[in-house]
Structure formats: structure tokens, C-alpha cells
């Protein structure tokens, strides 16, 4: 098995602190310049995060996918790393997902939870997510953690439009999604800047947590350490 | 191949139904219990019979899946079984579809129980018949997969809920809303699409879990 390389390049902390440039600005504009939602009112502000974190979350789920399937066609450790990531990454937002949505639900629908086909989803892939990395802590081959966590990340994306499906036929009243196209044009700049802020964010975290998970790779798969007699005998 | 492995599986089950009669009784114990969730309201048990009836079938599933690979585990048997040349995906079928044939006897036992409890009795027994096994089915699929990875682990009573529960959802949604139809009556005909995911969440898990499960259990 070959052990993954582990970079040292700088980038992924540039790229976050690019990412917590962009949300800091895109927040200030969204909380202080731009003006209140007629309807909502300033409860709609939420949305600066919210929608960016939707996105992303997407994004994320379909990384992990992505690195599942290349790890399984390829059988490169790489991928095994970054699916670690993927899948953390992707359990963060959908948390985060979660609790802004009830945030923002609790005051604009009067109830912190709904069976809404998107809301549903996002707790139905949450939990499937932390499954998997709760599998991925119990097994000790790195090897079959890595296949096994592959196999449960397909199955578990693939579900996803089933169970938005089977939701949306049982009950559904959450909004339109939100898209620059359907808010007015004011909103515009600091949700783009969001999304990229929490692009930015989340793919700095992906770099750096399989930068982690590498490291631990190789000291799962290295050779056990020589004795030190050896050693001095081999450096003789 | 295929016919000598489910021949296998069902003589396995065969001797030892003892525990598929343990199962039954977990099964109808749960359903007597979600009774108390409600109360004595006969009008909200028959309502939610259904539903009980579902979560009952799932309860269980997941006793009957982790014990269908306690047998392999012992001894070696499953490394025993791949060195023979039998494909795997012929194994997991033969599982699988043992899995489905028990859960489908489970859930049709669990059916008087349910009559019985909830006073949700129904005429329609073939389309409930017709649920029950499309419903046991998008159990035992993914059921049996990961029951497969589970067995060889420490954890396996955790683990296997935590990754089979979240997944089972559609299948889940699917088979209740369309027995509630089947016992509540069905004005607007509606049972019939939930009828058509229910299968379509079947067709994707029977072809999906087949081609992993070689990968699932390679050394």
C-alpha cells in the first residue's frame, strides 16, 4: 500500500484567510448596509449564511461522492484522506445548515423544526455522515476503513434525492430556493461574497484536515521503528 | 452458484428458527409498547397503526441482519466462503434474499398483532402482502451490506442502526404511507405511487449493494 504523500505548501491558510476576509465584509454589508427584508425584517439576514452554507453543503456532499468512487476505481490512499475530510466537512455544514434553519424558522414559522423535503434531507444526510465517520473510528484497517467508508459514502449520497423525493410527496412548505436571480439586487453582493467567504472556508478546512489524516496514515502504515542499536549500527 | 448458496442460507435459517420465533416475539413486544406512547385513544391507534407496525418491522430488522452473519464470523467461515469459487455477489444475494424471505414471514406475522392491538384490520391482504414484501426488501438489501461490514467489528449493535436507520428513510416513509392506505382506505388512489418509489429505492439498493458487497468483503 503506498503511503500518501503529505504537502507543506502555505496555501490552504491563505485560502482561509481569504475565506474569513470575504465573510467578514460580505457579513458587515449584510447586517449593516444592506437594507431589512420588508416582510421578515431583519430575521432575513440569516440568509447571508444560510444559502452561502447550503450551497457549500452541496458542494461537500459531492466531493466526498467524488473522492468515494475515485477511491474505489483507483485504490489510492489520497483519496482516502480527502474523503475524511470531505465527510467531516460535510457533517459540519450540515449541522450548521440545521440550526440556522431553525433559527430563522422559529420566528418567521413559528416552529423550530418542519418536515420540509430540504430540512429533512439535511438531517437525514447529517446522520448518515456522522455513521460513517463513527464507522470509520471503530474500524482499525486502514485499508477496509477506507473501502467500507467509500461504499457507506455512495450509498448514503445516492439516497439523497430518494429521500427529497419521498418528502416533498409527504409534506412540503419551505420557500423557493434563494438564488441571486430570485432576491432583489441590494442583497446581491454580500451573498456572493458569503458564498465565496464559506467556499473559501470550506476548502481550506478539506486541505488541512487531510493534510491531518495523512499524517496519521502514515503512521498507521509505517514499519514498525527500528531499535535504536540499529539505527547507530546503520548510521556507522 | 446462486441456487446453492440461497440453499445454504435457508437451511442455516431453517435450523435455527428459534430465533426468527425471538424475533416475532421482540417484534409484537414493541408494538404492545408503542401502544403507550399514544395512550388508550383507539381512533389515534388505528391512525398511526401503520406507522408502529413499520417501526416494529425496522426494530427487529436489525436483530434478524446482524444474526444472519453471526454464523459466518464464527470459525472463519465467510474467509472460508470467498476462497470457494462462488462469486461474492452470489453470496450477498443468497443473504440477501434470505434476509427478505424472513422479513417478509416477520412483518406478515406482525400483521395480526397490529389487527389485533390497533384494531387496524384491512380486506385488501394482497396489496398489504405486496407493501410488506416490497418494504421487507428495501430493508434486506442495504440491510444485509452493512451488516456485512458491521459483523466484523466490536460495535456491531451500534453501528449497524446508525448506518442502516438514516439510509431507510424513503423505503421507510414509502411502505408506511402506503400501508396506512391499504388499513385507512384509499379515496384518491394514492397508494399507488408510493407503491412505485418503494420499488424504484428496491431496484437502485438490489443493483447498487450487489456490485459493492465484492469490495465489502475482500481481503
Not at chain 1, 18 to 36: D, E, M, T
Not at chain 2, 10 to 31: C, E, H, K, N, S
Not at chain 2, 163 to 185: C, D, N, R
Request: hydrophobic share 55%; proline share 4%.
Amino acid at each position: 500500500m503506498d503511503i500518501p504523500k503529505v504537502s507543506t505548501s502555505k496555501t490552504p491558510y491563505v485560502i482561509l484567510a481569504l475565506g474569513v476576509l470575504c465573510l467578514l465584509i460580505g457579513s458587515y454589508i449584510g447586517l449593516a448596509v444592506a437594507p431589512a427584508e420588508r416582510f421578515m425584517g431583519d430575521v432575513q439576514r440569516i440568509m447571508y449564511v444560510h444559502v452561502p452554507t447550503a450551497w457549500n453543503w452541496m458542494l461537500a456532499v459531492l466531493f466526498s461522492l467524488w473522492c468515494a468512487i475515485a477511491f474505489l476505481f483507483r485504490g489510492d490512499m489520497k483519496w482516502d484522506t480527502r474523503l475524511e475530510a470531505g465527510v467531516e466537512v460535510g457533517t459540519l455544514l450540515a449541522f450548521l445548515l440545521c440550526c440556522q434553519g431553525a433559527i430563522w424558522a422559529k420566528p418567521t414559522w413559528g416552529v423550530w423544526w418542519d418536515w420540509d423535503p430540504r430540512l429533512t434531507t439535511t438531517a437525514v444526510l447529517l446522520f448518515a455522515f456522522l455513521g460513517i465517520l463513527a464507522l470509520r473510528k471503530f474500524v482499525e484497517d486502514p485499508v477496509k476503513r477506507a473501502i467500507w467508508s467509500s461504499v457507506a459514502t455512495i450509498i448514503a449520497a445516492i439516497d439523497l434525492p430518494i429521500v427529497y423525493m419521498s418528502v416533498k410527496w409527504w409534506n412540503s412548505l419551505h420557500q423557493q430556493q434563494s438564488t441571486p436571480s430570485t432576491v432583489s439586487s441590494q442583497f446581491h453582493l454580500p451573498l456572493r461574497l458569503n458564498a465565496f467567504g464559506v467556499l473559501f472556508l470550506m476548502t481550506a478546512f478539506i486541505m488541512i484536515r487531510s493534510r491531518i489524516a495523512a499524517y496519521r496514515l502514515r503512521q498507521e502504515l509505517a514499519e514498525p521503528p527500528v531499535r535504536i542499536g540499529e539505527e547507530a549500527g546503520e548510521l556507522a | 452458484m446462486l441456487i446453492a448458496a440461497i440453499r445454504k442460507e435457508l437451511l442455516i435459517q431453517w435450523r435455527t428458527r428459534g430465533q426468527l420465533m425471538a424475533v416475532f416475539v421482540f417484534g409484537a413486544a414493541a408494538l404492545l409498547l408503542f401502544s403507550f406512547a399514544i395512550g388508550p385513544n383507539s381512533e389515534a391507534l388505528r391512525m398511526f397503526s401503520a406507522g408502529f407496525l413499520w417501526l416494529g418491522l425496522l426494530l427487529s430488522s436489525t436483530l434478524t441482519l446482524s444474526e444472519s452473519f453471526r454464523a459466518e464470523m464464527e470459525n472463519r467461515a465467510l474467509e472460508g466462503l470467498l476462497l470457494l469459487p462462488a462469486h461474492p455477489i452470489a453470496l450477498y444475494y443468497a443473504k440477501a434474499i434470505a434476509n427478505w424471505l424472513q422479513l417478509t414471514i416477520l412483518g406478515v406475522a406482525l400483521v395480526p398483532v397490529m389487527i389485533v392491538l390497533y384494531d387496524a384490520g384491512t380486506l385488501e391482504l394482497l396489496k398489504l402482502l405486496l407493501v410488506i414484501f416490497l418494504g421487507a426488501a428495501g430493508l434486506s438489501a442495504p440491510g444485509t451490506l452493512y451488516a456485512a461490514m458491521t459483523a466484523q467489528l466490536e460495535a456491531k449493535q451500534t453501528l449497524l442502526p446508525l448506518l442502516l436507520f438514516p439510509l431507510i428513510v424513503p423505503a421507510l416513509l414509502a411502505s408506511v404511507k402506503a400501508t396506512s392506505f391499504v388499513i385507512l382506505g384509499d379515496a384518491m388512489g394514492e397508494s399507488g405511487k408510493w407503491i412505485i418509489l418503494l420499488l424504484a429505492f428496491d431496484l437502485i439498493y438490489w443493483s447498487l449493494c450487489g456490485l459493492l458487497y465484492g469490495r465489502v468483503v475482500e481481503e
